[in-house]
């Protein structure tokens, strides 16, 4: 065995929310913590952003491990639920948005009318560039339409994620930035977009 310690200093990662958030100019700060908190820990990560406005989780298995830790913040799922066991259990999470990556979801979502009742917020995600989960446009807006019909839905926002964030003269990066804007706007829907590198 080699001597390698790895040293976190959970108020380093909180002076890193702080600055996110000054950099965020106003706007709500997600604070991911997926993936056990990026191999920092998925409950110490948790517990030095509890400032956050939401903290960020991949799948609702790692939602459930938060709330059964007693992390009260509420939480974003950026993958949303993959089945009905999921969709159902999102009603015992307390506060949860849930981001909607496909069409798939949505059926899942209509195919269970007992669970429209229940409050639900929605982020819809657009696939402006990045070619990892997404919608284009037009299917964003045929599914947001489809969840504006159901009763307890409640689509917030337009997410998007950007490609080439770390490289500051990209312009792929002011195309994604432009089209999930436009997008926001006509439906009259939020806009989250920035990851950290983008912020920086």
């Not at 965020?24 to 908190?37: C, I, L, Q, S, Y």
């Not at 191999?39 to 059964?68: I, K, M, T």
């Amino acid at each position: 065995m080699r001597g390698t310690r790895v040293c976190i200093r959970p108020h380093a990662l909180a002076a890193n929310l702080e600055l996110a958030r000054r950099k965020a100019d106003g706007a709500r700060v997600v604070a991911m913590v997926k993936a056990n908190g990026y191999g920092h820990g998925l409950l110490p990560s948790a517990r030095a952003f509890a400032n956050a406005d939401w903290l960020g989780v991949a799948v609702v298995d790692e939602a459930r491990a938060l709330r059964a830790a007693g992390i009260h913040t509420p939480l974003l799922i950026a993958e949303g639920f993959s089945d009905a066991d999921e969709l159902r259990e999102l009603a015992m999470l307390g506060e949860v948005a849930c981001v909607v990556h496909a069409p798939w979801q949505v059926d899942l979502l209509i195919a269970q009318p007992q669970l429209q009742s229940q409050s639900l917020e929605v982020w819809l995600k657009l696939d402006s560039g990045m070619h990892r989960l997404g919608m284009t446009v037009a299917e964003l807006e045929h599914q947001y339409q489809r969840l504006r019909a159901l009763p307890g839905v409640s689509v917030t926002t337009v997410m998007t994620h950007l490609a080439c964030a770390d490289k500051p003269n990209d312009g792929l990066s002011e195309r994604q930035i432009s089209t999930c804007h436009a997008l926001a706007t006509k439906l009259g829907l939020a806009a989250s977009i920035a990851n950290s590198a983008a912020l920086l």
